[in-house]
C-alpha cells in the first residue's frame, strides 16, 4: 500500500503573491501607477495589494489581469521566494 503524500500549502500565499507582483513590476521597469492603469484599477488599490501592512485580499480576475499585465505566468506569482 502506498504512503499518503503530505501536501504542502503556502500558508501566507497573499503574502507572496504580493511580494511577486512588486518584484515581477520592478523588473519589468514600471511603477505602480503604469500597472493600475494597464489593469484599469485605481493606483491605491495597486499599493494595497503590495503593502504588507495590508491585509487586502484580491480577486483572481484582478490576479490575472496582474499577470498578463506584467508578461508572467499564474504560477509565477505564486511561487515562494527564496
Known amino acids: 500500500m502506498k504512503k499518503k503524500e503530505t501536501l504542502k500549502f503556502d ?3 497573499y503574502n507572496t503573491i ?4 512588486k518584484k515581477y513590476r ?4 514600471i511603477t505602480a501607477m503604469e500597472l493600475s492603469e494597464m489593469v484599469d484599477l485605481s493606483h491605491d488599490f495597486i499599493r494595497q495589494i503590495e503593502s504588507e501592512k495590508t491585509a487586502y485580499n ?13 508578461g508572467v505566468k499564474l504560477d509565477d506569482l505564486i511561487k515562494k521566494q527564496k
Open 11 to 13: 500558508t501566507d500565499i
Open 18 to 21: 504580493r511580494k511577486n507582483i
Open 26 to 29: 520592478k523588473l519589468k521597469g
Open 58 to 70: 484580491f480577486s483572481v480576475d484582478t490576479f490575472y489581469k496582474i499577470s498578463v499585465a506584467l
